[in-house]
């Protein structure tokens, strides 16, 4: 079974300073990651994905995670927080081994950006 | 190319009422799902299917039903709502394996009274 743990509900930043999202999970396979970000009642958007390749992987919007195996991490950073990043962001696995489609989500962590 | 599209945006339903969500996608993908967003809990998937005339349960189906009879549709039926189905409804699709983007629509809020 696969399992996502986001460290923190909420984390509040200045604008200007570094964001750290933090993001643990489990799978019993090589797991795809995922990093998705929610605007106030908005779908969901793809920042970026970890499939295998690199482990330092780039998104959009200058976001960027690492996976770290041995920690069983993958959490999201960003050098200087803009206000336009104020969102819910989600973590995501997906098992290799599951074509059944299934994603599973963190709980989600809400960012704040203080001006 | 709309990508995924959902209606309605938002409905207001009696408990013990039915009704259909719909879902459609034009990117030809094989993969298309339903998931629930509630608070502090992520989004929940509710039904999936890897294409025309395959369903299968996911995390949390009860009370709720689908179909995939072509490759653009797939939706989400509530039998007999309930105050627990209050939610926030997302579609979603993608093609190929595991490791292939999914892809949301912009979601259907619903609120049963």
């Known amino acids: 079974a696969q399992s996502v743990t986001q460290l923190d509900s909420h984390v509040s930043v200045s604008e200007g300073t570094p964001v750290l999202l933090r993001c643990n999970y489990s799978s019993s396979y090589s797991p795809s990651l995922f990093w998705y970000v929610q605007h106030p009642n908005k779908g969901l958007q793809l920042l970026l994905k970890?499939?295998?390749?690199?482990?330092l992987v780039k998104g959009i919007n200058g976001f960027e995670a690492e996976f770290k195996k041995s920690e069983t991490s993958f959490h999201l950073t960003k050098p200087s927080a803009h206000m336009s990043d104020a969102a819910e962001y989600f973590c995501v696995v997906s098992d290799l081994r599951n074509a059944g489609n299934m994603l599973t989500f963190g709980g989600g962590t809400r960012l704040m950006v203080k001006p | 190319n709309a990508g995924v599209t959902q209606t309605p945006k938002f409905q207001v339903l009696k408990t013990g009422q039915s009704m259909t969500l719909q879902c459609a996608q034009d990117?030809?993908?094989?993969?298309m799902s339903w998931y629930r967003q509630d608070p502090g809990m992520g989004l929940r998937l509710i039904h999936y299917?890897?294409?025309?005339?395959?369903?299968d349960q996911g995390e949390v189906p009860n009370g709720y039903n689908v179909s995939r009879s072509t490759t653009e549709d797939f939706p989400l039926r509530l039998l007999s709502a309930a105050p627990s189905q209050t939610s926030v409804y997302f579609c979603?699709?993608?093609?190929?394996?595991?490791?292939?983007?999914?892809?949301f629509g912009p979601g259907t809020r619903l609120l049963v009274l």
């Open positions: 299917s890897v294409g025309a005339g395959i369903t």
């Open positions: 979603a699709s993608r093609g190929g394996g595991a490791a292939e983007t999914q892809y």
């Open positions: 970890y499939t295998s390749a690199a482990t």
């Open positions: 990117m030809n993908h094989e993969y």
